[in-house]
T-cell receptor, first 113, second 115 residues
């Protein structure tokens, strides 16, 4: 158990809908990262927040957004969902960047029908 | 643009023998490297890391070697155990302010340890 929690574990929804994925980092970790793992793309970095502020962006679509709240939990919002958004979404956290090691949550499996 | 490559999609090894997993990278600015293990339906689990100022790091049965000139790293698992059967991901990052440690992952290597 990494100490990173993600809810829900599974999510099934329809095209065009909007969903919110939630992540709670390890106690004491200030950085939260979101990654997407799809069959053909592997693990891809989406976005990073540090202590409530966006710090880095990767291959994140404009239909996707994220935020980190004062209690350090983070939410990833996916809107206007398409079939191709079906994937595993992982959250990871780290203390800051002291050693770069990120600890991953169990993931949320999103299925768009 | 795949900056981290794991060219072997699978590896089969006998229990008790050494597993050697390889990883190549193209971005010379990467300065921190990690290996993760992943079981189905679980998140990646951190195994071991190495900074670019070192060429070797050991932790129990796991040793990571870094060859910066060749832009190559490897993970050695000795001895291999059945519980090591999983997908192993190599990851790299730049520990700079603008990157803040975002990880670039390889495609993974499926390791199967046979009795």
């Amino acid at each position: 158990d990494s100490g990173v929690t993600q809810t829900p574990k599974h999510l099934i929804t329809a095209t065009g809908q909007r969903v919110t994925l939630r992540c709670s980092p390890r106690s004491g970790d200030l950085s939260v990262y979101w990654y997407q793992q799809s069959l053909d793309q592997g693990l891809q970095f989406l976005i990073q927040y540090y202590n409530g502020e966006e710090r880095a962006k990767g291959n994140i679509l404009e239909r996707f957004s994220a935020q980190q709240f004062p209690d350090l939990h983070s939410e990833l919002n996916l809107s206007s969902l398409e079939l191709g958004d079906s994937a595993l979404y992982f959250c990871a956290s780290s203390v800051a960047t002291s050693d770069g090691t990120q600890y991953f949550g169990p993931g949320t499996r999103l299925t768009v029908l | 643009d795949q900056q981290v490559k794991q060219n072997s999609p699978s590896l089969s090894v006998q229990e008790g023998r050494i597993s050697i997993l390889n990883c190549d990278y193209t971005n010379s600015m990467f300065d921190y490297f990690l290996w993760y293990k992943k079981y189905p339906a679980e998140g990646p689990t951190f195994l071991i890391s190495i900074s670019s100022i070192k060429d070797k790091n050991e932790d129990g049965r796991f040793t990571v070697f870094l060859n910066k000139s060749a832009k190559h790293l490897s993970l050695h698992i000795v001895p291999s155990q059945p519980g090591d059967s999983a997908v192993y991901f190599c990851a790299a990052s730049r520990m700079t302010t603008d990157s803040w440690g975002k990880l670039q992952f390889g495609a993974g290597t499926q390791v199967v340890v046979t009795p």
